[in-house]
């Protein structure tokens, strides 16, 4: 399927690739300086802000990417491409302008940052079945790509030069983002799939309820146990991206480049997996265990990272994470392949959505979980002028030590993500392998017989009660 409007060429991959690939480079070059804009704003509670703000950004993530995707089901890709890019970026050059907007701002932006749910939709509207899978993996391979090189350059700007040029930087990168969807990214949904009247003509009220996500979720089955998969392997990917690198800089004593090391190969590795490793699985193995590699994988690197306490433990723990990446694009092959062309923005959505509550949830669950077992991961400075945590057997003797056993369970968050990956893993074997969607161009005519089925007053269905995905097939 291909789609023609104003853009260069016509609408593919390469289009999504490229979008993706500015914005999260943009704000991987932010990666030290919003650190340190954190710490010098919320001093005294660094992390817990830092999971608030987050959370809240989530929250709203969740709530609205639904409506998004369902929005963009009717009126193109395009428009929702430019709005997402646009909002998600706007705090970026407020980390020097106005701190306080900008923490608020990045929180509020929650309600736009779906650019992932439209850009799997815009994949699958541009791709065959076949090649759907190899797509996504691509798109996720962009984006680790993204993330191997620009933390550590922001690092390195910002200390040979400033902070100032490192989010002028962003900025400009942001703005080229935004310039590039505007002039050469092409429409990708058909005309004839797009509606272009007013909103009210085509959107309900109980469309535009953002819960109405929770009720789609538990209607259809299938949606249901794709979403409880994605949440329970999701929440604890959250939650360790939120502290990761500074759990591996303050306990793990990483020094600043051997982060930025870690951060850069695995990220090489990640692609590795989410292209090669990806395409050779999927022709090998179906949809469904694909996936189930991906969670294997997800529940070992979380188990080695919690038990592990020595640095070739975080190396060979990174070698499973990259391994574990390719767990996303399968799923989201899943769900195209498995969903009417006219659905797929509502159903990505709700997924991204359930993954937009995970990164609201996964930080603070995380922090409690470090809260309890008297890990506090605020810096304090030693008498050597070093920041170790407090609580650390390396600080300075002045604060207590961590009561539980740092040489058994090192990091206790990853061990509990990792039973509920295990949970991800026993949900996701009910996932049916059945066949996968056929008629994935409907006709014009079929098109607007579905349409006025759904908009007759009197209809004998209701469109609402009709299975997001299908749902033929056996465990």
């Not at 979008?19 to 932010?30: P, Q, R």
């Not at 993204?146 to 989010?167: E, I, N, Q, R, W």
């Not at 990708?188 to 535009?208: F, G, M, T």
């Not at 360790?240 to 690198?245: E, V």
């Amino acid at each position: 399927m291909r789609g023609k409007s104003s853009g260069i060429g016509e609408a593919s991959v390469y289009h999504a690739l490229v979008v993706i690939f500015l914005e999260f480079f943009a704000w991987g070059l932010l990666t030290s300086p919003m650190i340190t804009v954190l710490n010098e704003t919320f001093p005294d509670h660094t992390f817990l802000m830092n999971g608030l703000i987050v959370g809240i950004k989530g929250i709203l993530s969740f709530l609205s990417a639904p409506l998004i995707g369902a929005l963009s089901d009717l009126w193109g890709r395009k428009f929702f491409l430019f709005i997402t890019v646009f909002f998600t970026c706007l705090p970026i050059p407020f980390m020097k302008i106005n701190t306080w907007w900008y923490f608020a701002l990045i929180s509020m932006s929650g309600v736009f940052a779906v650019t992932f749910s439209i850009v799997f939709a815009y994949v699958a509207d541009v791709t065959d079945e076949s090649e759907r899978s190899s797509a996504y993996g691509l798109v996720s391979a962009t984006f680790a790509a993204s993330l191997v090189t620009s933390p550590a350059l922001g690092a390195y700007l910002g200390k040979v030069h400033s902070d100032d040029l490192v989010v002028g930087l962003a900025t400009a990168i942001a703005i080229l983002d935004v310039f590039f969807i505007l002039v050469a990214v092409p429409e990708s949904l058909p005309e004839k799939l797009r509606l272009s009247s007013s909103w009210s003509a085509h959107i309900s009220w109980e469309q535009a309820d953002p819960f109405s996500a929770l009720w789609k979720v538990g209607k259809d089955r299938n949606v249901l146990l794709i979403s409880v998969s994605v949440f329970l392997s999701y929440l604890p990917e959250a939650g360790q991206y939120s502290c990761f690198f500074v759990y591996l800089r303050l306990v793990m004593n990483f020094s600043a480049e051997l982060v930025a090391t870690f951060i850069a190969v695995v990220g090489i590795l990640s692609v590795v997996a989410q292209t090669a490793l990806l395409s050779l699985l999927m022709k090998k193995l179906s949809n469904k265990h694909v996936i189930m590699v991906g969670l294997v994988f997800e529940m070992l690197q979380l188990m080695w990272y919690g038990f592990g306490s020595k640095i070739w433990m975080m190396w060979a723990a990174g070698l499973l994470a990259s391994v574990s990446s390719i767990t996303y694009p399968a799923i989201s092959a899943y769900v195209s392949t498995h969903t009417d062309a006219d659905k797929q923005g509502v159903v990505q959505g709700i997924i991204t959505g359930m993954r937009g509550l995970c990164s609201g949830l996964g930080p603070a669950v995380f922090g409690f979980i470090f809260y309890l077992f008297h890990v506090d991961l605020n810096p304090e400075l030693t008498d050597d002028g070093i920041h170790r945590p407090n609580g650390s057997a390396l600080g300075n003797g002045t604060t207590p030590h961590i009561t539980s056993s740092p040489n058994f369970v090192p990091g206790p968050p990853f061990v509990f993500g990792a039973l509920l990956v295990i949970c991800a893993l026993m949900v996701a074997a009910f996932i049916p392998e059945g066949a996968s969607v056929k008629h994935r161009k409907p006709s014009g005519s079929s098109l607007e017989m579905s349409y006025e089925r759904g908009h007759k007053k009197n209809d004998s269905m209701d469109a609402a009660s009709l299975p997001l995905m299908d749902e033929t097939g056996v465990v």
